[in-house]
Every structure is written in structure tokens, then in C-alpha cells.
């Protein structure tokens, strides 16, 4: 072969594997992008899941809510036991008698 053919024969060849990688690059963009618009005419910004976690946020702030009243409420009630045993205590030694519960 002749020096010159060789070397159009070499540039074909390096313009075809450019060429190729071309190709895949651009068949590749083409798929992730296609996939993202795919997935975000199925899913888009998730707008039913937002609002379904949204508002079982809200339920869990009002069950924390009511869980802490009842603690309070158990709390008080508690004391008051531990107060009317004590003055139930007292009054039976004042009287000196044994009182039944």
C-alpha cells in the first residue's frame, strides 16, 4: 500500500470509531432521558405520596399529643393516690383503730 492510502485508511478508520462512540454516547443520553421522563410522567414529584406522609405526620403529632396528656393526666392521678393513702394513714393513727381499705 502506498503511504498515502495507508493513511487515508488509517483516518477512516479513526473517523468511524469516533463515529461509533458518537453513536453510543448519543444513543445512551437518549435512554437516561427517555427513563427520566418516563419516570416522572408515572411518579412526578410524588404529590399523593407528599401528602399521604404529610398528613400521618400530623396524625403522629397528635397521637405525641395525646400520649403526653395521658402521661400528665396518670401523673396527677398518681399523686392524688399517694396523697389520700397518706391522709388515710394519718387519719387511722390518729383514731387508733384499724380501719379497713
Known sequence: MAPAT???S?????QEKLWTYAQRAVVLLVAVGVGV???FQLWGEAASLR???REL???V???EKERDTLKSQMAIVDRDKKE???RFQDLQSRCGTQLAP
Not at 10 to 14: A, F, P
Open 37 to 39: 421522563f418516563i419516570g
Open 6 to 8: 495507508q493513511a487515508i
Open 10 to 14: 488509517e483516518r477512516q478508520q479513526l
Open 61 to 63: 403529632a397528635m397521637r
Open 57 to 59: 405526620r400530623d396524625r
Open 84 to 86: 389520700l393513702e397518706k
Open 51 to 53: 401528602q399521604e406522609v
